[in-house]
């Protein structure tokens, strides 16, 4: 009898760790982003530069420049390098972020201060033979929410 109960608890054991395991995979992937919380102004500070293997070719410490993009609720989207403004729409779809009409980008991260926006070359539709694309990298952008005194 102790030893069934014994086997009993052990396969209930490596069940649970089992179950635990496969809990913790990434669930945001295709998660859905709250809307009203990217509305608003962004700094970028930091981007990530990918070749397509997925090797880091540079990171471009943006901190020094005035570089903003801004979200409004109308769909609205700003951008602005301090000298050349631009003016487009955007549109959020679960976590995949269209600017332009036809840049996607997926939310990788969105708090209340924090936003990190993953463009994918080859999820852009282009081909090896588009001339419209000349640079073939992936980017990583990060922003911190900008909050008016």
Known sequence: MKTKLFNLMALFFVAAITFSFTACGDDDDNGSVNKSQL?????IVKTEIYD?????????????Y????????DGTYR?????????STWTLSGNKLVLYGDEVYRVVKLTDEELVLEMR???QGYDEGDGGYDYKEDKKKYYVRVTED
């Open 39 to 43: 509305i608003g102004k962004w700094k």
């Open 52 to 64: 397509l293997n997925g090797y880091l070719i540079k990171e471009l410490d943006e901190y020094d």
């Open 66 to 73: 005035s570089c903003f993009s801004t979200f409004e609720a």
């Open 79 to 87: 951008w602005t390098d301090g000298l050349f403004p631009e003016t």
């Open 121 to 123: 070359w080859a999820e």
